[in-house]
C-alpha cells in the first residue's frame, strides 16, 4: 500500500455510535503535538484490521514485530533540509517530512527552507536546532 507524504498521523481507533453518529476518537498525543487540530476538516482513511489482502499488515501485528510500531524517519545528530510550512501555538515553526513526520523548529517562521540538525526524537514528533538559513 502507498501512503502519501501527506499524512499527518496514523493510529488505531474503534468506531462507535454515540446519539445516532458514528464517532472515531482521535487520540489526545495527536492534538497536543499539533498533527490534527479541532475544529479543521480533515481526510480519513480507514483500512480493515482483518488481514494482510493486497498485502497491508495488520497495524498491531506490525507493531508488535517491530517491537514499537512505526519507527520516526529521523535520527537524533541527523541534518535535514525542511521547509517550514506552519506555526506551532507556541509560535516554533514546523515541517513536515516522511509520512507527515513533525519536526518543530524554533525561531523560525512559515515558507522559510533552512538547514536543520534533528536534536530530540519521539515517536510523533522531532525537534530540530537551525544549523543555516536560507538555503
Request: a negative charge.
Amino acid at each position: 500500500m502507498e501512503i502519501s507524504e501527506k499524512l499527518l498521523c496514523l493510529f488505531s481507533a474503534d468506531v462507535r455510535e454515540e446519539d445516532g453518529e458514528y464517532v472515531v476518537k482521535v487520540p489526545r498525543r495527536e492534538v497536543e503535538t499539533g498533527s490534527v487540530e479541532p475544529g479543521e476538516t480533515y481526510r480519513v482513511a480507514l483500512i480493515e484490521r482483518g488481514g494482510t489482502e493486497g498485502g497491508v499488515a495488520d497495524r498491531d501485528d506490525a507493531a508488535a514485530s517491530t517491537g514499537d510500531g512505526p519507527q520516526p524517519p529521523v535520527e537524533p545528530g541527523e541534518m535535514r533540509y525542511v521547509e517550514i510550512e506552519d506555526l506551532g501555538k507556541q509560535g516554533d515553526g514546523i515541517a513536515r517530512v516522511e509520512r507527515g513526520y513533525v519536526i518543530i523548529v524554533p525561531d523560525t517562521e512559515v515558507g522559510e527552507r533552512v538547514k536543520i540538525e534533528v536534536t530530540e526524537v519521539k515517536s510523533n514528533f522531532a525537534v530540530g536546532e537551525v544549523i543555516d538559513e536560507d538555503v
